[in-house]
Each structure stands twice: as C-alpha cells, then as structure tokens.
C-alpha cells in the first residue's frame, strides 16, 4: 500500500472525529504537524479547534463530542444520513460502501459504513486506491457535499468541532493530491 501525506492526514483526522479519549491533544498537534506544511488555513481551523479544547477535561471533552454528534447530536457524522436521510438512497449508498470496502479487505467494524471517520480511513489506506472512480465520486459527490451539510448548524456556533470539520473541508476541497504526496 502506498501511504502519502494525504492517507495520515485522512488518517489523523478520523482519530480527531471518532470518540475522544485521553490522546485527542497528541493526536490533534500530530496533525497540526503534518497539516502546517501543506495547508494553512486548515491548520488555523485546527489551532482553533485546538484552543477550544485542550482546557477541558478529557470527561468534558467527551461530553462536548457526544453532544455534537452521538446524543441528540448538533451534526449527524454520517455522510448518507446528511445527503439522504433515512432513505432507500442512504442503504444503497451504504451497501456500496461496504462493497468497496471488502474489494480491498477492510471493514467498518462495528460502526455503519458512512460513518465520517470511518470513510476518511478507507480513503487514508492507500494512495492509488483514492484515483479509483469510486473514491473520487465518493469524495467529490459524497464526502464534501456531506461535510458542507454537517458544517450548517455550526453556522456562528462557539463548538470547537465546527473547527476541525471545517479544517476537514478546507483539506478536502483546497488541497490537490500532487502538492500533498511531495509534502
């Protein structure tokens, strides 16, 4: 498998959007790291994102997670949820991301296959499999189009998970593959 740039960007960030733990701090400036070289505005999304969190208790921080995206959640983290709700669309959607995903061996575990941190951990596997027809409709047509949809109830919201989605949408909308595998 070839990783780049972009497969641990992908990578740290769906450890950033899965359920917190003790490391989110670690995790979090491991990806500024990487971020600062190849998007700048990203990593000030990020940094915010950072300053929102790294006072709080890591139960606070939980907490804030599960209010923005598990329990009665502010932001649904699943891309087919927020592109066709609980639909028939939404089941053919997630049959095909599972069908995709057994193509190359990896599973969802226990999670649904349109889970955010779990498309952007497909997506990191591997460079040559995101030139796949596939991942690029999946990104182009699924994943920033979804991510537009989970950024909307953030609008003027002070919820430091607003920051690193958008961070997440600048990475994925902003930054070509060629300038990120030479980082």
């Known amino acids: 498998m070839n990783k780049d740039s972009i497969s641990l960007l992908y990578t740290l960030f769906a ?9 989110l701090l670690t995790k979090t400036e491991a990806c500024l790291d990487e971020l600062r070289s190849v998007h700048n505005e990203a990593a000030e999304e990020l ?12 139960e606070k921080i939980e907490e804030l997670y599960t209010i923005t995206f598990d329990m009665q959640p502010v932001c649904y983290p699943y891309a087919g949820y927020q592109l066709f709700g609980e ?25 649904l296959p349109d889970h955010l941190p779990v498309i952007l951990r497909f997506l990191g596997l591997d460079s040559a499999l995101r030139q796949d027809e596939f991942c690029q409709t999946l990104l182009a047509e699924g994943l920033i189009p979804a991510l537009e949809k989970m950024l909307q109830p953030f609008a003027e919201s002070p ?25």
């Not at 069908?99 to 575990?109: L, Q």
């Open 15 to 23: 450890d950033l959007l899965s359920y917190p733990g003790g490391d």
């Open 47 to 58: 940094e915010a994102f950072l300053g929102g969190v790294q006072n709080l208790t890591v």
């Open 87 to 111: 639909s028939y669309k939404r089941g053919v959607f997630m049959a095909r991301l599972n069908e995709a995903y057994r193509a190359v061996g990896y599973s969802a575990g226990e999670e």
């Open 159 to 183: 919820n430091p998970y607003a920051r690193l989605l958008k961070a997440l949408q600048l990475v994925l909308t902003h930054t070509p593959e060629k300038e990120m595998s030479h980082a």
